[in-house]
């Protein structure tokens, strides 16, 4: 996912998730209710109801199929539809509402007691981790291969319903892919998580944020949390007058930071962690990120790479989330001497520099990338490829001055929220011979491919890689051709 200049954070409370996704005519159950949470999850949080609040209601219910957003589908006895989170599907639990009333479209609901288990289910490895708790993890009751198949059910649902596609035709086998080490024994748990961004209550202790929530739950240790990040000992302080504290362990170097977030009117503590760490802190008059002392930036590789990455921009949370992808990318497009390429939503240029690095002296790469800070490293980045130009601002704002009519390749890696009707209409008119869709929202990619078939292109092969392990997150690489004349 590239999410133009923002940071990964733990809870999906903080992860922008914008649902995406068209309300179709339901024929089936699931297909109803998935429909109902696509088209209302964007417009029910903060509205007010008319009905009779049914918070703290329980009901005790039969799951049926995982939905999009780390939770399943489930009805009350009256027939309202209940998006359960903390459970698995086919078991029998009590599900405490956690948000709706009765004249909701649906209701939101934790598994509080299980009643019959799924043979999938597993203690939770963390102890925060839970109905109430933090809202960082979606799937730490489930054995890790479970995880990957309820990703992999999701995604092929949201292929069929929005796009018409089955795996097959996605010519996609069904899995998804583990990270190298991650594939782990039930009731363990990768530490994975390069970036995390700490809730910190009004006593200056560390916690993470509920889920759907601003509520904190206060911690010891993130267990998902890459060693790097955990090795700072950020848990073990108190941080007063700040209201986030986000760490950051790069990958492809030793460097560490973290960024500071204070409360209206706070002052920066001295921070005197267990390793040497560069700090930044967040202007609470403009947001803007600013260098308190150390580097201004982190250090990653990827691909035989070095690459800069700025004031907390964005980079793959996964450590190997950069390399798996360029590789599944690369391996779609085949890049050859001599062609031309589009890098779209580029961030700091690592696709970019990976196909300027195949394309030969007389080939060329165009990035386009809307963070100013991001367009600044790509620059810096790429600055030894000289057949590589970055451009700032929106896609489809800078995409038609170009003028370009044309291209060999094209790579997209848009936020959450896909690239839309009008971006993709264009990109299909220039005729690439493939076209790279990385994608981690699989409701976005699902109306996207719709898209790109209305604009004349199919897709070749679709991957999808559990690069956020106990998280209902997954990340997917879909590569298309051109549909052949006739065909």
Not at 247 to 253: P, V
Not at 354 to 371: C, F, N, P, T
Not at 374 to 397: F, S, T, W, Y
Not at 422 to 433: D, E, F, Y
Request: with cysteine; net charge negative; proline share 5%.
């Amino acid at each position: 996912m590239q999410n133009e200049s923002t940071s990964p954070q733990t809870g999906e409370s903080q992860a922008e998730e914008t649902r995406t996704g068209e309300t179709q005519a339901e024929e089936t159950q699931a297909e109803e209710t998935q429909a109902e949470e696509t088209q209302a999850e964007a417009t029910q949080a903060g509205e007010s109801q008319a009905g009779e609040s049914l918070v703290g209601q329980e009901y005790e219910v039969e799951v049926g199929p995982v939905a999009h957003g780390g939770h399943c589908i489930a009805r009350t006895s009256e027939g309202q539809v209940l998006f359960v989170r903390h459970t698995l599907p086919g078991e029998k639990v009590v599900a405490k509402v956690t948000d709706g009333a009765t004249d909701s479209r649906f209701l939101r609901a934790d598994a509080v007691r299980i009643i019959e288990a799924s043979k999938d289910r597993v203690k939770a490895p963390c102890p925060f981790a839970g109905p109430g708790k933090c809202g960082g993890c979606d799937w730490q009751h489930a054995k890790p291969g479970a995880q990957r198949r309820l990703k992999g059910e999701v995604i092929a649902e949201q292929l069929q319903r929005l796009a018409s596609l089955t795996p097959e035709e996605a010519g996609w086998d069904g899995t998804v892919v583990p990270a190298e080490g991650d594939k782990l024994p039930p009731g363990e748990v990768p530490a994975w998580r390069t970036r995390v961004q700490y809730a910190i209550d009004e006593d200056g202790r560390v916690g993470l944020r509920k889920h759907r929530s601003h509520d904190i739950e206060i911690i010891d240790q993130c267990m998902i949390a890459a060693p790097g990040v955990t090795e700072l000992g950020i848990e073990k302080q108190d941080w007063p007058q700040m209201a986030t504290v986000e760490a950051i362990a790069a990958t492809g170097s030793n460097d560490r930071q973290v960024i500071l977030t204070p409360r209206e009117g706070g002052r920066l503590p001295l921070v005197e962690l267990d390793k040497p760490v560069s700090v930044l802190r967040v202007d609470e008059r403009d947001g803007g990120v600013h260098r308190v002392h150390g580097r201004g930036f982190v250090r990653e590789r990827a691909d035989d790479r070095t690459y800069r990455v700025g004031s907390g921009g964005f980079w793959q949370v996964h450590p190997q989330a950069a390399d798996t992808l360029v590789r599944a990318v690369m391996q779609g497009l085949l890049p050859r001497k001599n062609d031309t390429a589009l890098d779209l939503y580029c961030g700091v240029g690592l696709f970019a520099g990976a196909i300027g690095q195949r394309i030969g002296e007389k080939g060329a790469v165009l990035g386009i990338e809307s963070g100013k800070r991001a367009v600044e490293d790509a620059r810096h980045n790429l600055k030894d490829l000289e057949r590589v130009r970055i451009e700032h601002g929106k896609v489809d704002q800078i995409l038609p001055r170009t003028g370009i009519t044309e291209c060999d390749l094209i790579v997209l890696d848009p936020p959450r929220a896909g690239a839309g009707k009008q971006v993709v209409k264009r990109l299909s008119a220039l005729g690439a011979r493939r076209i790279a869709y990385v994608a981690c929202d699989p409701a976005a990619l699902a109306r996207d491919l719709a898209y790109f078939r209305e604009g004349g292109y199919k897709v070749r092969t679709l991957r999808a890689f559990d690069l956020f392990p106990m998280t209902h997150h997954v990340e997917c690489v879909a590569i298309l051709e051109p549909i052949a004349k006739g065909a």
